[in-house]
Nanobody, 114 residues
Framework: QLVESGGGSVQPGGSLKLSCAAN????????MSWYRQVPGKERELVAT????????EYVDSVAGRFTVSRDDIQRKVYLQMNDLRPEDTAVYYC?????????WGQGTQVTVSS
């Protein structure tokens, strides 16, 4: 089970930090990702934190603005979003993956508007 929090409304240039809490006992072995989706479009991969201390990966549109991090003791993954733009507006979903099996959170809305 994945539970996201931290969404909300912010002006362009602002920041938000999303959190995702998991209950997988071997959390450190999971690849943890953030996706986003806007109505009428496919869900888009935004950032991934690889398990076992692997590197972080980002889609080009957020590289340098977003940072994914994780706390394997607390079983949480975070997405720090800086310099937000209107095109970042979406529902953001937390995803866990191991052995090709996906789990999803319920999503949290992020709205960037002046």
């Amino acid at each position: 089970q994945l539970v996201e929090s931290g969404g909300g409304s912010v002006q362009p240039g602002g920041s938000l930090k999303l959190s995702c809490a998991a209950n997988e006992p071997t959390f450190n072995s999971y690849d943890m990702s953030w996706y986003r989706q806007v109505p009428g479009k496919e869900r888009e991969l935004v950032a991934t934190s690889r398990g076992f201390g692997g590197k972080a990966e980002y889609v080009d549109s957020v590289a340098g603005r977003f940072t994914v991090s994780r706390d394997d003791i607390q079983r949480k993954v975070y997405l720090q979003m800086n310099d937000l733009r209107p095109e970042d507006t979406a529902v953001y979903y937390c995803n866990s993956r191991r052995f090709g099996i996906d789990s999803w959170g319920q999503g949290t809305q992020v709205t960037v508007s002046s």
